[in-house]
């Protein structure tokens, strides 16, 4: 088979479009990041948004969650948050002398952690165990979060005061790390013009149920072994880049992506398959995802730091020597 045929039509995959349109209505730009958004949404995936300020990354969460219905949580994350202030906590009730639970503002479908960076240690680690196991933990009682659930951060990168690196294993939890970059001269023109009239009104377009049965439909999506294993082979390659011949590359990456990178790799693409109207993954899904699901899992060394080489160049010299491969058929 082709991968390059017209594509099997996707006739479920119509909300999602409807979606997307509703969205641009106060989004100008940013196609890379509402299509990203949108394939964590269907891969339950929880993604990062780094951009500088200005750039409507808390307006396109904000506009996606209203979309797509279901409850949604904005926390503006400073240094002085505590875990309970996203959480919840056990409060003492004086009428019946008993301590009840109150649950926190991650009790919700979409949370949007505005500035996550500015949160310390404690706070992470909290916001870890949601976003993992979807489940927080208050005193001796488990409590299980709403589904769909998903975590949507932003970070500006600019800034060194009053910040905190988010641990690897917390990035590591993040399906994709979506980089922000400004307008073009065009598409500022039309920000700025939009923003003298009256900001236009979101409605919602689908439902949490309806998003839930979207995710399972996502779930059909064909994917050719081969595909899984070129995915292997990328990931594996970031660790031992000295398999593929790229040896001068060994003293810049301290550590590779984890397995987990291959799998949310997979699994991006499988969305990002079913957002284009396909029944099955093509190569394509997996490159044009590969940056964003790898990058923030690259862990580089001093030596990278000094030399300028950010894990995007790194991932570009590797997929640059890695064949892609080309299945013979969609195997159904």
């Given at each position: 088979m082709n991968w390059n045929d017209a594509a099997v039509p996707a006739a479920s995959a119509g909300p999602i479009e409807k979606v997307l349109y509703e969205v641009k209505k106060t989004i100008v730009g940013q196609d890379v990041l509402l299509e990203r958004l949108v394939v964590a949404l269907l891969a339950r995936g929880h993604v990062l948004v780094e951009g500088v300020p200005g750039l409507a990354k808390t307006l396109a969460v904000k506009s996606l969650a209203t979309a797509i219905g279901g409850d949604f949580h904005r926390v503006q994350f400073t240094p002085d948050l505590v875990p309970a202030d996203i959480v919840g906590t056990r409060v003492f009730h004086q009428p019946t002398g008993e301590f009840q639970v109150q649950l926190g503002p991650v009790f919700t479908n979409l949370l949007l952690a505005d500035e996550i960076n500015r949160a310390p240690a404690k706070v992470q680690s909290a916001l870890l165990e949601t976003m993992q196991e979807r489940q927080v933990t208050i005193g001796r009682e488990t409590h299980k979060l709403p589904n769909p659930f998903l975590v949507m951060a932003t970070q500006n990168p600019i800034e060194n005061e009053g910040v905190y690196p988010l641990p690897e294993a917390q990035v590591d939890r993040f399906?994709?790390?979506?980089?922000?970059?400004?307008?073009?001269?065009?598409?500022?023109?039309?920000?700025?013009?939009?923003?003298?009239?009256?900001?236009?009104?979101?409605?919602?377009?689908?439902?949490?149920?309806?998003?839930?049965?979207?995710?399972?439909?996502?779930?059909?999506?064909?994917?050719?072994?081969?595909?899984?294993?070129?995915?292997?082979?990328?990931?594996?390659?970031?660790?031992?880049?000295?398999?593929?011949?790229?040896?001068?590359?060994?003293?810049?990456?301290?550590?590779?992506?984890?397995?987990?990178?291959?799998?949310?790799?997979?699994?991006?693409?499988?969305?990002?398959?079913?957002?284009?109207?396909r029944e099955y993954v093509v190569p394509d899904d997996l490159t044009d995802l590969a940056h964003d699901v790898l990058r923030h899992r690259l862990v580089l060394s001093y030596e990278a730091l000094s030399d300028e080489i950010t894990p995007d160049v790194i991932l570009s010299k590797i997929m640059a020597n890695l064949a892609i491969p080309e299945p013979a058929g969609r195997g159904r």
């Open positions: 399906m994709m790390k979506v980089l922000v970059g400004y307008p073009s001269v065009t598409e500022e023109f039309v920000v700025v013009e939009r923003a003298l009239a009256p900001a236009a009104v979101i409605q919602r377009i689908i439902d949490p149920a309806t998003l839930i049965a979207l995710q399972q439909q996502a779930d059909q999506v064909y994917v050719d072994p081969s595909l899984i294993e070129y995915a292997v082979q990328l990931a594996h390659a970031t660790r031992e880049p000295g398999r593929i011949g790229l040896t001068d590359l060994a003293r810049y990456v301290t550590f590779g992506a984890s397995p987990r990178s291959s799998i949310s790799l997979v699994l991006a693409a499988r969305a990002l398959a079913f957002i284009r109207g």
